[in-house]
């Protein structure tokens, strides 16, 4: 019943690292979202994405790749991971102005 | 470009007193504006939202959030605080495909018993 979900919940993982962090909606919705939310709760847009487009925030370095297998599905890959990387990564999928958000993923880089 | 501001970082109320959080938006056209809450470790949910219509709107939990446009402002209350609704709340400000939805930086609320 979950709408959109997220694995792992939990990642700790050594810098240099790669890792994915998996995203499923079941709301039929068209457009998906990463987020990271910092240590101080601050909450950014990492990407969009519909089955046409995907806009990247300038911001995010091109280590972080959003990966679509299908509507449903958003994934994020990170290559080299970096202690700054640690935080935690909210999914989200969209409807009409109205995002829905995933449990979120705590990743701890070490 | 857009933006959310949310003038404070922290606030503490008691239970059974009201609330206001306070959220000031800078937006271009006419906003779609929400507010989120956050329990500790846990997901955002949806507390309300305002696309259009009566500017006085109504949510979950109690809550309610006004839309001045002359302000700026989509400010929450909340006649009588429970020591559930410790947590932090967002406000945030989209359109309608939600490539630009903003967040602000968030209020922590606590609740003293």
């Not at chain 2, 809550?63 to 209350?77: G, H, I, T, V, Y």
Request: hydrophobic share 35%.
């Amino acid at each position: 019943d979950t709408a959109v979900s997220q694995t792992p919940k939990y990642l700790v993982t050594q810098m240099g690292n790669d890792k994915s962090i998996k995203c499923e909606q079941n709301l039929g919705h068209d457009t998906m979202y990463w987020y990271k939310q910092d240590s101080k709760k601050f909450l950014k847009i990492m990407f969009s994405y519909n089955n046409k487009e995907l806009i990247i925030n300038e911001t995010v370095p091109n280590r972080f790749s959003p990966k679509s297998p299908d509507k449903a599905h958003l994934n994020l890959h990170i290559n080299s991971l970096e202690l700054g990387d640690s935080a935690v990564y909210f999914c989200a999928s969209s409807h009409q102005g109205e995002q829905y958000f995933g449990p979120g993923t705590r990743l701890t880089v070490t | 470009a857009q933006s959310v501001t949310q003038p404070d970082i922290h606030i503490t109320v008691s239970e059974g007193a009201s609330l206001e959080l306070r959220c000031n938006y800078s937006y271009g056209a006419t906003p779609y504006l929400f507010w989120y809450v956050q329990s500790p470790g846990q997901g955002l949910q949806l507390l309300l939202k305002y696309f259009s219509g009566d500017t006085l709107v109504q949510g979950i939990k109690g809550f309610e959030a006004e839309f001045k446009r002359s302000q700026s402002s989509f400010n929450l209350r909340k006649p009588s605080v429970h020591w559930s609704d410790a947590a932090e709340y967002f406000c945030a400000v989209g359109a309608l495909y939600g490539q630009n939805f903003v967040f602000g930086p968030g209020t922590r609320l606590s609740v003293l018993p």
